[in-house]
């Protein structure tokens, strides 16, 4: 993974030292809560529902035991014992005190990590695949590039102050798993016609109110090309982008609003005046960048070991989890490992410092010391050789970490809501628990099998409600929590946004309606239908039946797609 | 009017005119014109006046002034709010793209935690907001001694000091 020389561990010292000084002015008086406000956003500082929360960066997801030590002694030291992974593979504490976070950044940058652009109006901490350097469908590893963009992005003097939040991803998969196509810039590392690689822009994508599926403006970028051709994005992005509507400020509505033609156009006039300068990447800086993520020295024998396969035969709750928990790896003989922070019970997404110092210790002993946040609010062991999986099983269950529910029903994403986030119009993690507590049969969740709920506290969409293939959005009618489900949605290579169901329902029927949803799809699946493969077969309609049975003829005159 | 400039606090005579009042007269002296004005204006300026500056926000771009830069002395540049950004750009365009070599002014909410950005973008004076305190200001063109990418200031991109 990428080391930090001096100029990096200079810049987030600085940046501890700087904001220990606006925190330090704000607590005097000096600076206004108006005035501080927009300094504290840009270091991932939040005022919340009962506290602060901070979030802190974890660049493309990936960290080191090191790392995750770090994160759980913050825990412990400042905060209730626990952190909460984010959709955006981000870390995040929800109860520190103001006057402590000085202190926690200074940990942080111990173990080179910051909170740089976590929050504001500025270029949000780059995403990738969380299977990046290990996918046996990947063209090329991703993150040397995230890494790149992030230096240049990191307190860029021209684009701190954007129209709006910014974030961009990059795969260099062939499937994609980093939603690329609902950023604001998404990035495809694709081959062309003479071989090269480069980069497919897509640009405008995003969720929220006003969701959309990116286009790509240019097919084919030069690699040498990438940092001129987003600050020439940027650029036309913060000049024309609105500011007079919040809700209208994401490039997204710049990209609508002037129409995919007109804004590429404006795109590529710029990149014309700034192609050549100074952003022109040359290969010698590549290379070093790509030297930090080589692969670790695997043992070429590992596919070797018979006895993976007799502990799969023989215990039944091992080869339930081998069956869900495993992604394929590029290696013969290794696999990557996803421990579920989806256990029933526990809020999506949270470890207890106690879970991360036993993960970390895990990751030292089985996968070279790494550790991936997902997408879906999971971590992964991306390393692990097939004859340590029995073992890493045991001692993940010692701390409730081996759930076998990846990619099933309890696996799902869910923003904080109304539990700790001041925007939200209505709880996410009751509805997680409530549907834990109704689908706690084992057998029917993988009789189920791969299904994506997704759940947002309110339109902002933290929880990617609109690309779940069961979206539940919390909205609130007369000061009460009703949810509004969508289905449908996904944010991978056949990205599109979920369909709505019908009017938003009860608090308490949230669990009872995705059992008569299931209950469809259990009834008409064909052979090896998901359920987003019936859904899409079938239509909305057989599910709006029977969800709402009393609504007859009136809906299908208005399913006019 | 105490300003920043070139890091240091300094005593300048550029009066910053916001709106024109049709009905009194221009002050006297060096004045920062609104940039519509002075283009309506510009004949009868030009022949009134040996120097000349005039201020512009975000809303109107910086092509419109290119043609009439070697008239200008000073440049001001508007933040009517903290979080409005179009200025940077702005700013970076005049100096990178069109060479301006006169004064680019901050003018507007300045304080003290934009001006390390506002340097980099090519700003050498700076107007802070009336209730703020320039001495204290004065550190935040401190706050970082290294740049990870390029802008208007003669910053290398550090990946080119690191070999
Ligand atoms: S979706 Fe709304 S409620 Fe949920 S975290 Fe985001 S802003 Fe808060």
Request: charged share 25%; net charge negative; hydrophobic share 40%.
């Amino acid at each position: 993974m990428y080391k930090y020389d001096n100029y990096d561990q200079t810049i987030v010292d600085e940046r501890v030292a700087q904001f220990r000084d606006q925190t330090a002015r704000f607590l005097a008086g000096q600076l206004s809560e108006e005035e501080f406000r927009p300094l504290r956003l840009m270091n991932g500082l939040y005022i919340q529902r009962y506290a602060p929360m901070l979030r802190v960066a974890i660049p493309y997801g990936l960290l080191s035991s090191q790392q995750l030590r770090m994160l759980a002694h913050i825990s412990r030291k400042y905060d209730k014992h626990y952190a909460h992974f984010s959709t955006r593979q981000n870390v995040q504490f929800n109860w520190p005190a103001l006057e402590t976070v000085p202190d926690i950044l200074a940990d942080l940058a111990r173990v080179e990590m910051h909170a740089i652009q976590t929050s504001g109006n500025d270029i949000r901490n780059t995403t990738s695949d969380q299977f990046a350097g290990i996918a046996v469908d990947e063209l090329e590893d991703p993150r040397p590039y995230c890494e790149i963009i992030r230096q240049w992005s990191t307190f860029h003097p021209e684009f701190s102050f954007l129209p709006r939040k910014f974030k961009i991803a990059v795969t260099g998969a062939v499937h994609d798993r980093a939603a690329v196509k609902v950023h604001d810039i998404g990035l495809f590392l694709v081959k062309n016609d003479a071989g090269e690689i480069g980069f497919n822009v897509v640009v405008g994508g995003g969720l929220g109110r006003t969701p959309f599926i990116g286009p790509s403006i240019r097919p084919f970028l030069e690699k040498q090309h990438l940092l001129s051709y987003l600050e020439a994005i940027l650029r036309v992005y913060n000049r024309f982008g609105r500011r007079d509507n919040i809700y209208r400020a994401r490039i997204k509505i710049l990209v609508n609003d002037l129409g995919k033609e007109e804004f590429t156009r404006q795109v590529e006039a710029e990149w014309n005046h700034i192609k050549d300068s100074v952003l022109k990447l040359d290969q010698q800086e590549i290379e070093r960048m790509k030297s930090f993520f080589t692969a670790p020295d695997y043992d070429q024998n590992a596919a070797e070991d018979n006895s993976f396969e007799a502990a799969e035969k023989s215990n039944k709750a091992f080869a339930t989890w081998v069956k869900r928990n495993l992604f394929v790896h590029k290696i013969a003989g290794y696999k990557a490992v996803i421990i579920s922070l989806k256990a029933p019970g526990i809020a999506p997404g949270d470890a207890t410092d106690e879970q991360m110092d036993h993960i970390a210790d895990l990751a030292d002993h089985y996968s070279y010391g790494e550790i991936v946040v997902t997408h879906d609010q999971n971590l992964v062991l991306p390393n692990v050789k097939q004859a340590d999986l029995f073992d890493l099983w045991q001692k993940l269950s010692a701390k409730h970490l081996a759930t076998a529910n990846i990619g099933l029903l309890t696996d799902m994403i869910c923003c904080p809501g109304l539990d700790f986030c001041s925007l939200a119009n209505a709880g996410s993690i009751p509805i997680a628990n409530q549907i834990n507590e109704k689908f706690d049969d084992i057998d029917y969740l993988h009789d189920i099998g791969d299904i994506k709920i997704k759940m947002s506290g309110c339109m902002n969409a933290c929880g990617h409600h609109h690309v779940g293939h069961i979206g539940i959005l919390g909205v609130s009618k007369k000061g009460e929590e009703f949810y509004q489900l969508t289905l449908g949605g996904s944010s991978e290579n056949d990205a599109c946004l979920g369909e709505r169901l019908g009017p938003a329902v009860a608090k308490k029927e949230v669990a009872n309606v995705i059992a008569r949803l299931l209950d469809v799809y259990v009834e008409q699946r064909q052979e090896e239908e998901r359920f987003l493969d019936t859904f899409r077969r079938i239509g909305i309609k057989p599910f709006k039946d029977r969800v709402y049975p009393k609504q007859p003829v009136k809906e299908e005159a208005c399913a006019n797609h | 009017m105490r300003i920043i400039k070139d890091k240091k606090i300094i005593d300048d005579d550029w009066s910053l005119v916001r709106d024109i009042d049709s009905s009194a007269p221009l002050p006297d002296g060096n004045v920062i014109l609104p940039f519509m004005y002075w283009q309506e204006n510009r004949d009868a300026l030009l022949k009134q006046n040996a120097t000349h500056a005039v201020w512009i926000d975000g809303d109107i771009e910086t092509e419109k002034l290119v043609s009439y830069l070697e008239y200008y002395a000073l440049i001001a540049l508007d933040f009517p709010v903290f979080k409005d950004g179009r200025s940077y750009t702005h700013a970076r365009l005049l100096r990178e793209r069109y060479g301006f070599k006169g004064d680019l002014r901050a003018i507007g909410e300045v304080l003290r935690d934009q001006l390390f950005f506002l340097q980099r973008c090519g700003i050498d004076s700076y107007q802070l907001r009336e209730d703020k305190d320039a001495e204290d200001a004065l550190k935040g063109f401190e706050d970082f001694t290294v740049c990870y990418q390029a802008a208007a200031d003669d910053v290398v991109p550090v990946y080119k000091s690191r070999r």
